[in-house]
Nanobody
Framework: QLRFVESGGGLVQPGGSLRLSCAASGFTLDRRSIGWFRQAPGKEHEGVSCISSSDGGTYYADSVKGRFTISRDNAKNTVYLQMNSLKPEDTAIYYC???????????????????WGQGTQVTVSS
């Protein structure tokens, strides 16, 4: 059974940093393209970033490009999202999920409705 546990969220001031973790169980993470998504109140889930299983390529939504960095630690079966220069509009619940490799490069265009699991809350506020 595939299972993801997101952690690392919190309250941070504008301009601050956080590192989110996505710990996977039930499968070998490096065999899947993994995406980070976020959902702000009243909005759909939007794709933020993806790391490809095929070549390790990394992809970002335009709104976070240059500020966020996705990475993977295969030994820990964990994907990370380093978030720097955080803005109030980054406030959301963040989730990780597998993506088809063909969708990884288009992560910034993905929007998905519905209710997901717990995720990790990121709040950017002064």
């Amino acid at each position: 059974q595939l299972r993801f546990v997101e952690s690392g969220g919190g309250l941070v001031q504008p301009g601050g940093s956080l590192r989110l973790s996505c710990a996977a169980s039930g499968f070998t993470l490096d065999r899947r393209s993994i995406g980070w998504f976020r959902q702000a109140p009243g909005k759909e889930h939007e794709g933020v970033s993806c790391i490809s299983s095929s070549d390790g390529g990394t992809y970002y939504a335009d709104s976070v490009k240059g500020r966020f960095t996705i990475s993977r630690d295969n030994a820990k079966n964990t994907v990370y999202l380093q978030m720097n220069s955080l803005k109030p509009e980054d406030t959301a619940i963040y989730y990780c999920a597998p993506l088809p490799p063909s969708s990884c490069a288009k992560v910034g265009t993905i929007k998905i409705a519905g209710s997901w699991g717990q995720g990790t809350q990121v709040t950017v506020s002064s």
